[in-house]
């Protein structure tokens, strides 16, 4: 093991046990490297790496804290460890209907008939069945836009989807503009396909298309990806107007577009790609729609595109499992999926009141059809600051830099994910926080 990341594994034994505390300052890297014995490289190498596990926040100007109390989990990503036995963790977003699994559960009976079964054991390729394809291609539609079966592909879930698509696109060293608020697993993407992300400026109709060119002049860009419909974490939607321009842009100078639309299914309204079909690939899946454990992501890929696709997800391994795609293609023939989405909307909608109500106040921008929102914090508070004494109250948030792509941009912020806690849960978490807010930290 390289020997920086021996001292990252060192530090995150130190945050585990306590002896880091939330919130806490970490040195300045030329004092971390003084005190090791090591080089100043080394010493930026190990806290990008504590960066990238999600274990402390970088702020320029500020310095490098502690997130909140963690505990390494698996692919080195960081889960975080209750400050009490009943926490209540609002950075997971994972939506689930009343009475879900009793939905699903008939479906996947028929499967399990070991001449069934045998079939849905057997590997999947990207293409997938055409069953699938038919499946995926209803699903997916809009009033306005309708994908062709042929034009779709699977893998084992969205994020796959997504780097799939952006290896196909992107070669390293290549740029990929993104929104200065972006997913945060694209930048693990970017980081493992060694693209280079750069941030592009919007406004409150979404992204500014003068900043793409600006930023293409600059330097070509290889791809451009967006979030235009419940934008996370802002939950942003982008105008018609401005998709009609950002597609203009895009096609005077020949960027293909990855448009992720895994939280489209809460909002009605056709995707970016209705504009510039040629240039866009549309990235989707069923882990919000239906569930996380058994899921399938989508990719419908312009014409002549969906070889280079294809190979990205062959050589990455991100294919789907023939299993889950059995699944999918019951559970949108049978109406579970669209049952499912009605129940989702009405549930975010819910989740949104409460929201409204025990954050009155407060500067949130959330959209009523979202899962998520986005809270400006009123100063002296910082979001690493909030984000431990969130934590010391067992409840879990994401501090905004996580979500920033621009290491000079540290908003104050945290996004809250409404969807995995109970009502109950979330509520009493958001009148405490509503609670530590109107203190100091």
Known sequence: MDDYRRLADRIADDITAGRLR?????????????????????????????VRRGLVVGEVGRGTFVRAATVPGPAGRALTEPATAAPVNLELNYPSAPGQSELLAPTLAPLLRPDVLAEAMLPARAEGTAPARDAAAGLLATPGWQPGPDQLLFTGNARQAVAATLASLVRPGGRVGVETLTYPVVKEIAARLGST????????????????????????????????????????????????????AVGD?????????????????????????????VVDGLSKRVAPGLTVGFVVVPADRGEAVAAAIRSGGWSAGRFALEAAVRWVADGTVRRLVAAKRADAAGRQRIVAEELRGCAVRSDP??????????????????TAAAAAHGIAVTPGPAFVVDPNRTPDAVRLGLASAAEPDLRSALRTLAGVVRGTP
């Open 369 to 386: 059809r979202a899962y998520f929102a986005w809270w400006e914090l009123p100063a002296p508070w910082r979001a690493d600051t909030f």
């Open 253 to 281: 100078l020949g960027i293909p577009v990855v448009e992720d639309r895994i939280w489209s299914f809460l909002a009605d309204g056709d995707p970016f790609a209705v504009h510039a079909p040629r240039l866009t690939y």
């Open 22 to 50: 939330p919130g806490q300052r970490l040195p300045p890297q030329r004092v971390f490297a003084r005190r090791r014995g090591v080089a100043a490289s080394t010493a930026g190498r190990v806290y990008s790496e504590l």
């Open 197 to 248: 992300l750069v941030p592009l400026a919007g406004d409150e109709d979404g992204l500014r298309p003068e900043t793409v060119a600006a930023a293409h002049r600059s330097a070509p860009l290889s791809a451009l990806y967006i979030q235009p419909t419940l934008h996370n974490p802002t939950s942003l939607t982008m105008s018609d107007e401005r998709r009609r321009q950002l597609a203009g």
